[in-house]
């Protein structure tokens, strides 16, 4: 069974440019999470959806946007970069089912680095 | 608001010891789970181990275990028999039915041969 997939892996921009990163889930898994990684931040939540709706946002200025298609896979765009956009940014996929509740692991993308220049 | 608190920054360990990860946690909801991922330098999140605020026994997987202590709130994961494909950085997290982690400032664990 494939893993979580992000691309690209690495993407290098300049201040005030926008840029979309996508991540396809396991097949079958119906929710998708990003989160954002930096040194100073640490790991934090950006967005969930479920089926094509945003369910779940974090705190993040509404430059952060998302979108999750049909088939599951999810976007995320950040508009008008600015250097402290720069991060890893993670994908994260679950089933979603009633079963697992609170217990329903996130398994994670090899993330995308984004870089601000 | 849900909180994870992770005291350690870094740690070291000889190879083939046990280590002890420190988490605690804060949270209002009733039902909640408890989670360790492993971030090795190439920075994927790998999950090791998963507990449930009801579940009456410690969760165990292979060399990794969790020391649940609901009434303190804590959920310190245990590494059997270290190995130095075990150095990374660990991240404790905590989740409520709303599908979002809320993740630890994290530890590094650094295993010596």
């Known amino acids: 069974k494939a893993g979580v997939t992000q691309t690209p892996r690495y993407l290098i921009k300049t201040r005030g440019q926008q840029v979309t990163l996508s991540c396809s889930p396991i097949s079958g898994h119906r929710s998708v999470s990003w989160y954002q990684q930096t040194p100073g931040q640490g790991l934090q939540f950006l967005f969930e959806?479920?089926?094509?709706?945003?369910?779940n946002k974090g705190n993040f200025p509404g430059r952060f946007s998302g979108r999750q298609f049909s088939n599951s896979r999810s976007e995320m765009n950040v508009s008008t970069l600015e250097l402290g956009d720069s991060a890893l940014y993670l994908c994260a996929s679950s089933r979603d089912t009633e079963l697992a509740g609170v217990g329903d692991e996130q398994f994670f993308g090899p993330g995308t680095r984004l870089t601000v220049l | 608001a849900q909180k994870i608190t992770q005291t350690q920054p870094g740690m070291f360990v000889q190879e083939k010891e046990a280590v002890t990860l420190d988490c605690t946690y804060d949270t209002s909801d009733p039902s909640y789970g408890l989670f360790w991922y492993k971030q090795p330098s190439s920075g994927e999140m790998i999950f090791l181990i998963y507990?449930?605020?009801?579940?009456?026994q410690n969760a165990t997987e292979g060399r990794y275990s969790l020391n649940f202590q609901k009434a303190r709130k804590s959920a310190n994961l245990v590494i059997s028999a270290s190995q130095l494909g075990d150095s990374a950085m660990y991240f404790c997290a905590i989740s409520s039915n709303t599908g979002k982690l809320i993740f630890g400032q994290g530890t590094t664990l650094q295993v010596k041969p």
């Open positions: 959806y479920f089926s094509e709706t945003q369910r």
């Open positions: 507990q449930g605020s009801y579940d009456q």
